[in-house]
Structures are given as structure tokens and as C-alpha cells.
């Protein structure tokens, strides 16, 4: 379990290892608990970093890295309907919601976005409210302008 901090153009970010994959992202912004972490790195961690590195350079823009995801099965079958979007697209918590097979779950989706353990990668900025205005994000909003106007969308 190990973990490393990567100074990103949205600030530090500190990304966590569990040693089968990448399972967590911290923004800068969010008191990381290091408890049960080594600070060190590895080949996921490293491959992590080259990625991210590449990403807001708009050099890549699907990640491969491997994850280690923890998660209630709704919460693992939003992120993965989430890591559908494409670079440059948004799509809403209620879009998700009937993605996923549950209609009525917008907010429940909007819960499950809110305890995504590895953002960027698993892009929760790509999600948006209804009207189009952009809804909470764990980096903060201005983090979330930053993402999707790197990727191109107009805010």
C-alpha cells in the first residue's frame, strides 16, 4: 500500500496503490488519510503519473491504468458507466441514472460520483446537472471548469 504526490497544473494530487492497482486520488484540497500507506511508488503508481502527465498536456485522452476499485456494486456500476464518456462530452446525473438501468436515481448517482475514490480517471467532471450548470465535484468547482475546458467543452 503505497502512495506519492504528483504536482498536477490543478495542484497536488496524491495517488494511492494498493498494490494490485491505482484505488485512490486525492485532490489537494482533501485531508488525505496516509494511514496503512508507504510513501513510495510503484509500477502503478509511476504509469499513473506518466498518464495524468500526458492528459493535461492533451496528449492522452483514455487512460489504461489499472484499478483496484472499492465500491458498493451501485456505486462500481456508475463509475464504470461514467468511464464511458468520451474525452470532450458531458452527460447528466439523470442520463446515468437510466445508463445504469435505474431512472429515478439521479441523486443516488450524484452519492455515488461524490465517493469516487479515483477522479480524473474515473471522470466525474464529465458529469453535469440537468440544466447544464456544473454540480458539486470533490476537487472543487473551479477544478471542474479547468478539466472540461482542457478537454474542450464550453462551460
Known amino acids: 500500500m503505497l502512495y506519492k504526490k504528483f504536482l498536477s497544473p490543478i495542484g ?16 489537494e484540497n482533501k485531508k488525505s488519510s496516509l494511514e496503512g500507506f508507504k510513501e513510495d511508488s510503484d509500477f502503478y503508481i509511476e504509469e499513473c503519473i506518466k498518464q495524468l502527465d500526458l492528459y493535461f498536456q492533451k496528449k492522452l485522452k483514455n487512460f489504461d491504468v489499472r484499478l483496484d476499485l472499492q465500491g458498493t456494486n451501485f456505486q462500481k456500476a456508475v463509475w464504470r458507466e461514467i468511464s464511458k464518456i468520451p474525452y470532450g462530452k458531458v452527460k447528466t446525473y439523470g442520463e ?9 436515481a439521479a441523486r443516488a448517482v450524484g452519492q455515488a460520483l461524490n465517493k469516487n475514490p479515483i477522479p480524473i480517471i474515473i471522470p466525474c ?8 450548470n456544473l454540480t458539486g465535484f470533490g476537487g472543487g468547482i473551479e477544478i471542474k471548469k479547468f478539466l472540461l475546458s482542457l478537454e474542450g467543452v464550453k462551460i
Do not use: E, N, W, Y
Not at 467532471?125 to 447544464?132: F, Q
Open 12 to 27: 497536488m494530487l496524491t495517488i494511492f496503490s494498493s498494490g494490485k492497482g491505482i484505488c485512490r486520488i486525492d485532490f
Open 96 to 104: 446515468i441514472a437510466k445508463l445504469i438501468g435505474k431512472p429515478k
Open 125 to 132: 467532471h464529465r458529469v453535469i446537472g440537468k440544466d447544464g
